[in-house]
């Protein structure tokens, strides 16, 4: 399964491991991700999302409907 934020669209970054006698390593940062499982009220079904700390913030202020129709119309949910 793929690293990407379903809301977001967050994805792994890539930078350098820098030591400390300047020695360059690529490396990846990767989102903070978690498994939530959100009941949709309109629809009566719950969906099981992979959303990024900071897209749960969002849906726990905005709420998961209007979350999910802005992702929509971005096209970064493919529920």
Request: aromatic share 6%; proline share 4%; with cysteine.
């Amino acid at each position: 399964m793929a690293r990407v934020c379903d809301i977001t669209g967050k994805r792994p970054r890539v930078g350098n491991n820098v030591s400390h006698a300047n020695n360059k390593t690529k490396r990846k940062f990767y989102p903070n991700l978690q498994k939530k499982r959100f009941f949709i009220p309109e629809e009566d079904k719950w969906i099981t999302l992979k959303v990024s700390t900071s897209a749960l913030r969002t849906i726990n202020k905005n709420g998961i409907t209007a979350v999910l129709k802005k992702a929509r119309a971005n096209g970064n949910v493919v529920i």
